[in-house]
């Protein structure tokens, strides 16, 4: 399978701990791309990447968040100091960096603080 | 930020029926596209309109995009019990880099045998 995959698919955490979510994008893919869903909402853009640069962050993304994208590959997404309010689904997408360009998304984490 | 409404938020029909749903957004766009989501699970693309251009198909489906009014609507003909899930618009703007996607709300259809 040459999808977006992600990993791990769940993750329950206490709150305060820090969590860190992996995502590989397809290979030939140079846009990496973060989001967040809540129950019953759409998702919502965290960052994004184009090879190694992060080039735009939401202002969801508060500092306890970072993103690293270190050899234009797989990127990681760290939260620190969970909060009740992360818990979320977060989803991982990539893209070619040609216009217009569809986002092929991953499976997702989903992430629940306690 | 949600970018927009979609309309109507929950639909039910029969297997075979036709499904439309609504999508409205708020600022100007390079192209708008449609995503499938089934269960808690990633999104699917499904197809992609371009600012300028009034409709599109593929396959059993149809898009429609009036930027004057900021709206799109998608229409799944001879809808499947597959069909199942929830349908999200998502906008790619002008202003932002990247191609970042804003999403509506979605539509949570579902297909009755």
């Known amino acids: 399978d040459t999808g977006v995959s992600q990993d791990p698919r769940h993750k329950i955490t206490k709150r305060g701990q820090n969590v860190t979510f992996r995502c590989d994008p397809i290979s030939e893919h140079n846009r990496l791309y973060w989001y967040r869903q809540t129950l019953g909402q759409g998702p919502e853009f965290l960052t994004y990447?184009?090879?190694?640069?992060?080039?735009?962050k939401s202002r969801l993304l508060s500092d306890r968040f970072s993103a690293e994208r270190p050899k234009g590959s797989f990127s990681t997404l760290e939260i620190q100091r969970t909060e009740q309010g992360d818990s979320a689904m977060y989803l991982c997408?990539?893209?070619?960096?040609?216009?217009?360009?569809?986002?092929?998304f991953g499976p997702g984490t989903r992430l629940l603080v306690l | 930020s949600q970018q927009g409404e979609e309309d109507p938020q929950a639909l039910s029909i029969q297997e075979g029926e036709n499904a439309t749903m609504n999508c409205s957004y708020k600022?100007?766009?390079?192209?708008l596209q449609w995503y499938r989501q089934n269960s808690g699970r990633g999104l699917v693309h499904l197809i992609l309109i371009r600012s300028n251009e009034r409709e599109k198909h593929s396959g059993r489906l149809r898009v429609t995009l009036d930027t004057s009014k900021k709206s799109s609507s998608l229409l799944i003909t001879a809808s499947r019990a597959a069909d199942t899930a929830s349908y999200f618009c998502?906008?790619?703007?002008?202003?932002?880099?990247?191609?970042?996607?804003?999403f509506g709300t979605g539509t949570q259809l579902k297909v009755e045998l």
């Open positions: 998502a906008t790619d703007e002008l202003t932002g880099g990247g191609n970042k996607l804003t």
């Open positions: 990447f184009q090879n190694e640069a992060q080039l735009e």
């Open positions: 600022t100007s766009i390079n192209n």
């Open positions: 997408a990539s893209s070619r960096g040609l216009a217009p360009p569809a986002q092929y």
